[in-house]
């Protein structure tokens, strides 16, 4: 069936830096993209989404941008502070508003 | 702000029992979505409701899941019997539509996680 993956299983950065993780997806067909950040026993909280008419959307701090010739997606962090800490999932609308995740990428922010 | 909310935030019960797990979406979300996430991989959707349809439901375990929205607000999973692969976090979601429609940004609740011993 159709996935979506994740490039880095585990990014670690200093305190300040930017963070970028990617995520690969395999529906040429989809139209809608999410990025969603989970903290540990909580339930994933929507960052920013981006449709596939755009190629870069932004939001504060955070930018998500998309590659429809490669099939490519990142979330760019700006100044990652300890508070990003987190796993962070991209997801795909495979259609009816059904999202297929990816199996996350965990960010470690070190200070 | 609103919020999806789910109860229990826990759950710990013996293989072959009965376990019912309950959301409440949005105030005025049409669509409610429940999701098993397994530890360590990201959610996978189990059912899909629109108002109190099942829109829906190809990868939920009929043998042993069922869930309803009879009323078309909030919504009840239930496992009977429980068994020991379905220790997981369940998680519901929420849009304002999006079956056939516009593609509506899915907010989903704290989740009941689930221990089957």
């Known amino acids: 069936g159709e996935s979506v993956g994740l490039h880095l299983p585990t990014l670690s950065v200093q305190e300040g830096d930017n963070s970028i993780i990617n995520c690969a997806y395999s529906?040429?067909?989809?139209?809608?993209f999410i990025w969603y950040k989970q903290e540990s026993g909580k339930g994933p909280q929507f960052i920013i989404d981006i449709r596939s008419n755009m190629d870069k959307r932004q939001g504060q701090r955070v930018t998500v941008l998309l590659n429809k010739t490669v099939k490519h997606l990142s979330l760019q962090i700006a100044a990652t502070q300890p508070g990003d800490s987190a796993v962070y999932f991209c997801a795909e609308n495979s259609g009816g508003n059904k999202l297929v995740f990816g199996a996350g990428t965990i960010l470690r922010v070190k200070s | 702000e609103a919020e999806v909310a789910q109860s229990p935030r826990y759950k710990i019960t013996e293989k072959s029992q009965a376990v019912a797990f309950w959301c409440d979406p949005i105030?005025?979300?049409?669509?409610l979505y429940w999701y098993r996430q397994i530890l360590g991989q990201g959610p996978e959707l189990l059912v899909q409701?629109?108002?109190?349809?099942?829109?829906?439901d190809s990868q939920l375990p009929k043998d042993r899941f069922s869930a309803e929205r009879l009323k078309g607000v909030d919504s009840t999973l239930k496992i009977q019997p429980a068994e020991l692969g379905d220790s997981a976090m369940y998680l519901c979601?929420?849009?304002?539509?999006?079956?056939?429609?516009?593609?509506?940004?899915?907010?989903f609740g704290p989740g009941t996680r689930l221990l089957v011993l």
């Open positions: 979601a929420s849009s304002l539509a999006g079956s056939g429609g516009a593609i509506e940004t899915q907010y």
């Open positions: 105030s005025g979300h049409a669509t």
């Open positions: 409701f629109q108002d109190e349809s099942v829109v829906d």
């Open positions: 529906n040429s067909a989809s139209d809608y």
